[in-house]
């Protein structure tokens, strides 16, 4: 059963993947808000706004980018789930002989590959811009195995939205929160900046912990708590992502 599952996931994911690879506006799309965001703070707030840190803005900025760039990108895969569904293409897949978990997975691959390219150019523009960091081959794959963590979590959440949405608006706006979060955290300036409940708000909320967490991890620096209350936040998100949105799906498939 688990290579049937495997090899129907690993099917649908390619055919998700040609669909994006003959319209790669899709990736595009995703990585030039973070990037204008990059523009923006770096060369025009950028002076104005004192971190404290004795690195340059653009390596102080980019964690919560990277925090952006998925929250914008998930919200592609809610936006292509509805449209299999409401295109039948889910109906047909379930009169033929593959398993019926491989259809939500194919979608979360496609999604986790879409993000890490998307990621992968982010990367790429802030160190044009100057991003250094101090990070070893371990430290470069602690990020990559923190952002693949988060993107598989929000995009659990992308799944849910695009099985229960009524019109192609609601299978997306679920993303505007998760976008607007890093703004009330510590990702463009320290928290102790902050008004009093704002400041006890951007403390407390999962986006915090994992910018500080990869903020440490680019300096080469002790991660200390903060690795371990992100992947506590992202774990709870995950497994009750996918808790929620398998059951959606048997329902909506039942």
Known sequence: MS????????????????????SPDTIITTALMPIAFLLLFVYVLGGAIETGASVPYVTYLLPGILVITVASGVSYTGYRLFQDLQGGIVERFRSMPIAPPAVLWAHVLTSLVANVLSLAIVVAVATLMGFRSGAG?????????????????????????????????????????????????????????????????????????????????????????????????????????????????????S
């Open 3 to 22: 290579t049937h599952f495997a090899t129907d996931a690993a099917t649908l994911t390619g055919r998700s993947l040609r669909h994006i690879a003959r």
């Open 137 to 253: 081959v371990g430290g470069w794959l602690a990020v990559f195995g923190v952002m693949v963590v988060f993107t598989l979590a929000l995009t659990w959440l992308a799944v849910l939205a695009g099985l229960t949405a009524k019109s192609i608006d609601g299978a997306t706006a679920f993303s505007y929160p998760l976008i607007f979060l890093p703004f009330l955290s510590s990702a463009f300036v320290p928290t102790g900046t902050m008004p009093g409940p704002v400041r006890w708000f951007a403390q407390h909320q999962p986006v915090t912990a994992i910018v500080d967490a990869l903020r440490a991890i680019f300096a080469g620096e002790p991660v200390g708590a903060a690795i371990w209350i992100a992947l506590g936040w992202l774990g709870a998100v995950l497994i009750v992502g996918y808790a929620c949105a398998t059951l959606a799906y048997r329902r909506r498939t």
